[in-house]
């Protein structure tokens, strides 16, 4: 099935040119994306990428006609495979669509009808569009699904969505996108919702796909590091225009418009840390459809702006290198020549700060969640009583104004820990002292000294602040509940945390619908910080935010943390973030830390080997580095029945390196291994063979 | 052209906006969600089209309301617009008057005098089952466990008897009177009320403001009633619109079984039931009470529903 790339000028699968789609609203239609042009050719990956906003969903929208009933193409042209797609009727390119186009959206779940056997709803594609036999149908599900490296793929069939993983769901997405042998293919972020290890698998697989089937992909993303392992070419979208369009090679070493800078210096580059880089987010934010500037898109952000900018639109031209870009000055904008713009520049926290007195200590902290049977013994209360063993076994020190990050995949026990310590569940098992005083209760067992001491950033932005309160009342809330402050002061304080939080007066009466989404993370930052707490958990504060916001809030977390001195267990799925702002880092899997030591030591070898499957997995902004690749095999196991021994046994890829292929790794719960320097791995695998394991990750200068 | 340096210096403050919106525009733009939707408008000018003729009937009517002064059972004519009652009672006026004890006023007995409260019969029964059920269910929602079991078993073991058959234990055991019509109102009411309260509760209570609330270790009370409730406020009011609707309803139904607000104030129920018996010689005693009913209720309905359509799409 492999194709050979044919020779000579070959025709684009897919050639946009000056596309422009307006969705109207009441009151008049705003374009939501404006003179868009790429093409892609067979065996070729595209890769869209920005910031949400900008309009890469609608670019693939409009190839499929999928805009909804306000949306329409106002101008330019979509030709496939040589024919123009506007202005065919609606049955013409629904056949096109299921014929030649295939898409695959980000969550899995929502692509496949929860109601049909996964079977039932692959062999329609089939029969629906080609007419194929049943029998012949279910032959070719079967060998697609194995061919996305489905495990059992006849016993899949009968199984209903819910049955199977996420990744799994994905994989058979993909797998049904693939079944008519589509021309094109369209991603819409479609490993944003899965675990990095998974993400990593799913796009080796999609690598795979498109050079065997020699398909031409379009591929969104939010995420430069995904775009760089799958991607030939780029283009970066800003606002609803294309601004830049390279070789993925082009794109990451010579960037040439400011926003793709801005956007690369915005991410921590994987082993950078908090000492020895900063991170420059770009200024203001991506401006709405219907208040766009008159000039460049980008001038009001942009470092470089000059009075043209502001007046006149650049086009989209080619540079000496092949590059496309629009951007009047690209030959004369020189990024080794950028200064940070002093207001984001951070004082690097001072080096080797010696680690203070230890003011949080878990020691074997347990926490299982009692599990209803479903026979009639359980009903009854005779059933042997199970559990959901979500922590088992977490140990751990948090030194005074250090930072542990815990990393893991979804699943693993990171939220249940810090639930747990912060006392929204008691624990069942184990000892936690914070400053000394007893935490294994709940909230109920503390006294209000103790809840003060302890606050929270939380995940969602959307759900952190209550729609109902203005900020200025849920950032004063705190400070009324524990009393820190004077009543008469309440508002001048709340008016120094708002600055703190670099959000200006005017806020303080601002409801939270009327802020964006990492507005609402530094008002959330702000509110746990009003009871001038000694220990702050932040539960992912910024995996749901673009990069750009994503940098000023660490940013920002850094300089709270360096003002007030505040202890911060860091939880994310990030490892560049962690590694980045994390002291110590703790890895966990199936509800234990696997290991835990200072940052830097995490990230080189002696690796756990789960630590070092995870670093194998994370997707780098740099395709010139060089990965080992290790890839883990199924899913994490259930946490009612966990593994014996070693809880990684099932998935470990390095239990070969022990005699009889690590038959101990079954029998027996492996003994904590000290690597020096506080670094603690747990395995059997002695201490010499992991350090002789070479790096996983090489960056070539 | 030599290089550009960059200008770092350019301030870039967010989009600057005076302070938050005045209460009285918050109300307004509270208010301007109804005209988004046609059916809302349509059913708000229905409901308002009541509130008008019971506001002028307070100062004036035709003719008075309960004075036998005609012909009886007289159809439509110049002078009695919509006709007259087996009373020889104008039936214009005594419409007029009826739209009273519904929205406008609650009549309460105080030694031997009766003084009037402003707020009508069904709307004080749909906010008291509005306050029963909403405390009821946040508990429920809330607490969870036990608490959640026990109220809303006891609250399903209350809806198993039809509402008409409450009504009348309540009547039979009490006596007439308005109070008594809203009592009966509020307590069938409330069970529906606390199960909306508990699903909204048990929804908002995952949210991330929540834990935040939980975590400065705030008091139960304060979770359900400051952090929750607000935002649940939105579904319960649209419910509570139907609700009127459907009090009006059994109003109007206890009127005709002669058990609802007593004499000799006319309410709509209890002029169909008079007029029933005639109902084959005029048929129009019956029709224009039973036309005002529905044509309240169903405005009502359309503006709940276009209320809740907005909503949903709101807060999207």
């Known amino acids: ?701 | 052209m030599a290089a550009i340096q960059p200008t770092p210096e350019t301030p870039l403050g967010p989009v600057a906006t005076a302070g938050g919106p005045s209460r009285g525009r918050r109300l307004w733009s509270s208010l301007s969600i109804i005209f988004e939707s046609r059916i809302a408008t349509v059913g708000f000018l229905m409901v308002m089209f009541w509130i008008v003729i019971g506001l002028l009937s307070l100062v004036w009517t035709p003719f008075p309301p309960n004075e036998s002064r005609f012909v009886q059972n007289l159809p439509p004519n110049t002078t009695n617009l919509l006709g007259t009652d087996n009373l020889g009672r104008d039936t214009l006026s005594r419409l007029m008057v009826g739209t009273q004890v519904v929205l406008l006023k609650t009549r309460v007995p105080v030694g031997d005098r009766t003084i009037s409260l402003p707020i009508g019969v069904a709307i004080w029964g749909v906010l008291g089952s509005l306050t029963l059920g909403t405390f009821l269910g946040q508990i429920a929602g809330y607490r969870g466990g036990r608490w959640d079991q026990t109220i809303m078993q006891l609250l399903d073991a209350f809806v198993a008897f039809p509402s008409i058959v409450l009504y009348l234990v309540v009547i039979a055991a009490l006596g007439r009177g308005d109070l008594v019509v809203i009592f009966a109102i509020a307590i069938t009411g409330a069970p529906g009320v606390a199960r909306l309260a508990r699903s909204l509760t048990l929804d908002i209570s995952t949210r991330d403001y929540v834990r935040a609330a939980e975590t400065r270790g705030e008091s139960q009370w304060y979770v359900m009633f400051r952090e929750i409730l607000p935002n649940a406020r939105g579904p319960l009011l649209v419910d509570a619109m139907l609700r009127v609707g459907y009090a009006i309803f059994a109003i109007g139904t206890l009127g005709f079984l002669g058990l609802g607000l007593p004499p000799p104030d006319p309410d709509w129920g209890s002029m169909v039931n008079e007029a029933r018996r005639f109902m084959f010689s005029t048929a129009w005693g019956v029709i224009w009470p039973s036309l005002a009913i529905s044509s309240l209720v169903v405005g009502l309905s359309l503006l709940a529903d276009g209320l809740r359509e907005e909503l949903n799409r709101y807060q999207r």
Request: hydrophobic share 40%; proline share 8%; with cysteine.
């Open chain 1, 1 to 701: 099935m492999i194709a050979s790339p044919t020779t000579g000028p070959r025709m684009p699968v897919l050639k946009v040119e000056n596309l422009a789609v307006a969705y109207k609203i009441r009151g008049g239609e705003v374009e939501a994306i404006q003179n868009v042009s790429f093409e892609i050719a067979r065996g070729e990956t595209f890769g869209v990428v920005g910031e949400s906003g900008c309009g890469k969903s609608t670019t693939a929208w409009a190839v499929v006609n999928f805009l909804g009933a306000n949306g329409y193409v106002k101008r330019g042209s979509i030709k496939f495979q040589g024919q123009e797609l506007l202005g065919k009727s609606g049955e013409e390119l629904r056949q096109l669509r299921g014929d030649q186009i295939a898409m695959v959206y980000q969550d899995p779940m929502q692509s496949l009808n929860p109601s049909m056997r996964l079977g039932d709803q692959m062999k329609e594609v089939l029969t629906v569009h080609r007419g194929v036999s049943d029998a012949e149908a279910t032959r070719r599900c079967v060998e697609m699904l194995d061919r996305v490296y489905m495990p059992d793929p006849a016993a899949v069939l009968r199984r209903y969505p819910h049955q199977i993983s996420g990744g799994q769901q994905q994989r058979v997405v993909i797998a049904m996108a693939l079944l008519n042998n589509p021309a094109l293919l369209i991603m819409d972020e479609p490993t944003t919702a899965l675990d990095v290890t998974v993400e990593a698998a799913v796009l080796d697989l999609i690598a795979e796909l498109r050079r065997d089937f020699d398909t031409a992909i379009m591929f969104i993303s939010h995420n430069l590091g995904v775009i760089a392992r799958i991607c030939n070419r780029v283009g970066v979208m800003y606002a609803g225009e294309l601004v830049e369009r390279a070789t993925v090679q082009e794109l990451f070493a010579d960037p040439q418009h400011p926003y793709t800078q801005g956007l690369i210096r915005c991410l921590p580059r994987l082993g950078a840390d908090k000492a020895g880089s900063v991170l420059y987010p770009i200024r203001g934010r991506v401006p709405p459809p219907s208040n766009r500037p008159a000039g460049c898109v980008f001038s009001p952000r942009c470092d470089y702006v000059q009075e043209r900018c502001r007046l006149e639109r650049p086009e989209l031209r080619q540079l000496p290198n092949g590059t496309f870009v629009r951007c009047h000055f690209a030959e004369v904008i020189d990024p080794a020549a950028w200064i940070p713009s002093a207001d984001v520049r951070l004082i690097p926290p001072p080096a080797g700060n010696g680690a203070g007195a230890p003011i949080l200590e878990v020691q074997g902290l347990k926490k299982y969640y009692p599990l209803q049977g479903s026979s009639l013994r359980d009903v009854v209360g005779l059933g042997e009583q199970r559990f959901v063993q979500a922590l088992e076994d977490a140990s751990f020190t948090v030194h005074k104004g250090q930072t542990l990050g815990i990393v893991g995949e979804s699943g693993c026990g990171k939220s249940t820990l810090v639930k747990t310590i912060i006392g929204l569940e008691s624990s069942s098992g184990g000892r936690a002292e914070f400053l000394g005083l007893d935490i294994t209760g709940d909230l109920s067992d503390r006294n209000t000294e103790l809840i003060r001491e302890l606050q929270m950033v939380f995940q969602n932005p959307d759900a952190t602040m209550n729609p109902s309160y203005t900020v200025g009342y849920q950032i004063a809330r705190p400070m009324e509940r524990f009393g820190t402050v004077p009543k008469g002061q309440i508002r001048a304080e709340v008016l120094r945390l708002l600055e703190a939080v670099r959000l200006g007066e005017n806020y303080y009466n601002r409801l939270p619908r009327q802020l964006s989404g990492g507005e609402k993370q530094r008002v959330g930052i702000a509110r746990a910080l009003a009871s001038r707490p000694d220990l702050v958990l932040c539960d992912e504060p910024v995996s749901a935010l673009d990069v750009s916001v994503q940098a000023a809030l660490l940013n920002l977390l850094l300089e709270v943390q360096q003002e007030y001195g505040t202890t911060m267990v860091f939880i994310a799925h990030d490892l560049s973030v962690v590694r980045y702002f994390s002291d110590q880092v703790a890895v966990m899997y199936l509800g234990q830390v696997v290991d835990i030591g200072p940052a830097e030591a995490i990230y080189a070898p002696p690796y756990h080997p789960y630590t070092e499957a995870l670093l194998s997995a994370v997707p780098i902004p740099d395709p010139a580095a060089q990965q080992r690749r290790i890839r883990l095999e199924g899913t994490v196991p259930s946490a009612i029945d966990p593994p014996s021994g070693c809880r990684f046994h099932t998935r470990c890829p390095r239990r070969a390196l022990l005699p009889d292929g690590g038959r101990i790794c079954e029998m027996e719960v492996p003994p904590w291994r000290e690597a020096g320097n506080g670094h603690r791995i747990l395995c059997h695998i002695p201490l010499e063979t992991l350090r002789d394991l070479p790096p996983v990750i090489t960056v070539s200068p």
